[in-house]
């Protein structure tokens, strides 16, 4: 058995228990709740839901924590060592393990529902390699590097605020991080963003989808409520989930105006949206009346296609686009369509960047400022162009020196003197 480390943990074969779980609840006020292996409510992890709820924190913030929470509870119970027992060796094992630990592969819910529990294969040869279409690349077999980052932030915070109330051990295993060496010339040492073991997390420039492939991409749709949301999403500038938040009264084609739920805030923003993605609303809007979709201003705007009607969720949206990826071999995302709206608006002259921060809905005008610098197909576009200019500056010919007749150097060497 191959011993990594000072604390003699096979970290290289080690796999993760799959012992209590994350559960969603029908309770406002406990939206998720920690199981145990026991299947037992987590105490202490209950608690700090109930404090991030308290500071504003959503349903979906608390369950990305929760699944943080519920992989180091697992880590843990794999060694047996109690969470108030932690100590930095295990959290330092913890991050190693992260960094060279196999994902695990979740069960399809349609598997689980028959029955069925194995997962199914990985495609080890397409992860990790860029998409041909796209430029990005596949999810990898290990955890990213933002998923171990955020985890080590959620953990470094859980355990913060136990050591505050009293609740958790006198030292947080998960230590903030150290002084670097101060610089020449700088007034004071920097200090490190985030925690000791949280790792560095390379700067990730928005991907936004250049017209031609935005046109391929609409052009892959099917029926059109998908045309109707692609248009929204590229010219307004909503996330995929507040776009479907919208009710039927919240369209106004008069206006060109859409109301959506801001992800955040909660608050109610009409958001301007173009011309045509109202022309296919409304195209929409024509058939699932015919198709018997329930009708009035306190509906809901998107529903699904098929009978029983239900309204359209993320993940069947997330799937809409998934299956015309299939058919051009690409894998542009939901969030991709946000980038391209930020890219358009931001990039043109004529409209001011505090227009398209309230738009975006962002906190900060330095948010909306990284839509600023052209994007990765524009900057390979103008290199292009400097090169041909090299090439045909270089198939110019030389300039004769004064004193020599034309007549005679065409002679010599043809009429390209």
């Given at each position: 058995m191959l011993e990594t480390g000072d604390s003699g943990r096979d970290l290289v074969s080690f796999a993760l228990p799959e012992s209590g779980g994350l559960v969603e609840t029908s309770d406002p006020a406990r939206p998720y709740v920690l199981l145990d292996a026991d299947g037992a409510v987590v105490g202490p992890v209950d608690v700090y839901f109930a404090e991030l709820q308290a500071c504003g924190r959503?349903?979906?913030?608390?369950?990305?924590?929760?699944?943080?929470?519920?992989?180091?509870?697992?880590?843990?119970?794999?060694?047996?060592?109690?969470?108030?027992?932690?100590?930095?060796?295990?959290?330092?094992?913890?991050?190693?393990?992260?960094?060279?630990?196999?994902?695990?592969?979740?069960?399809?819910?349609?598997?689980?529902?028959?029955?069925?529990?194995?997962?199914?294969?990985?495609?080890r040869s397409s992860a990790g390699v860029p998409n041909a279409v796209t430029g990005r690349a596949a999810p990898g077999l290990t955890y990213s590097v933002r998923t171990r980052g955020h985890c080590e932030t959620v953990l470094r915070s859980f355990y913060a605020f136990h050591l505050e109330e009293g609740t958790g051990p006198i030292i947080n295993p998960f230590p903030a991080g150290r002084n670097r060496r101060r610089a020449p010339g700088s007034p004071s040492p920097s200090t490190s963003g985030g925690g000791q073991y949280r790792p560095t997390i390379p700067r990730r420039l928005p991907r936004r989808i250049p017209d031609a492939r935005f046109n391929e991409l609409f052009a892959a749709l099917r029926h059109n409520r998908d045309r109707a949301l692609l248009a929204f999403w590229a010219s307004n500038g909503a996330r995929a989930e507040e776009l479907l938040t919208s009710l039927q009264r919240d369209a106004l084609p008069g206006d060109q105006l859409l109301g959506v739920i801001r992800k955040g805030t909660k608050e109610y923003q009409q958001l301007p949206s173009s011309t045509d993605a109202f022309v296919w609303l409304r195209l929409y809007q024509e058939e699932a009346r015919r198709s018997g979709v329930p009708q009035g201003p306190r509906e809901k705007l998107w529903w699904t296609l098929r009978r029983p009607f239900r309204p359209l969720a993320y993940h069947a949206a997330r799937a809409m686009l998934n299956r015309a990826n299939a058919l051009l071999g690409a894998n542009w995302t939901l969030h991709d369509l946000r980038h391209t709206a930020a890219y358009r608006m931001a990039r043109d002259p004529k409209l001011a960047l505090t227009d398209v921060q309230w738009v975006l809905g962002h906190a900060h005008l330095t948010?909306?400022?990284?839509?600023?610098?052209?994007?990765?197909?524009?900057?390979?576009?103008?290199?292009?162009?400097?090169?041909?200019?090299?090439?045909?500056?270089?198939?110019?010919?030389?300039?004769p020196a004064p004193g020599y007749r034309p007549e005679s150097l065409n002679e010599l060497f043809g009429t390209a003197w």
């Open positions: 959503p349903a979906t913030t608390i369950r990305s924590y929760g699944m943080d929470l519920l992989r180091w509870w697992r880590f843990l119970s794999g060694w047996e060592v109690a969470w108030n027992r932690a100590s930095r060796a295990d959290a330092r094992d913890f991050a190693r393990w992260m960094a060279i630990a196999p994902k695990p592969v979740r069960v399809h819910w349609r598997r689980r529902a028959r029955g069925d529990t194995s997962p199914l294969p990985v495609r948010t909306t400022q990284i839509y600023l610098p052209a994007g990765r197909e524009e900057v390979v576009e103008a290199v292009l162009a400097h090169h041909e200019r090299q090439t045909r500056s270089a198939r110019l010919p030389a300039v």
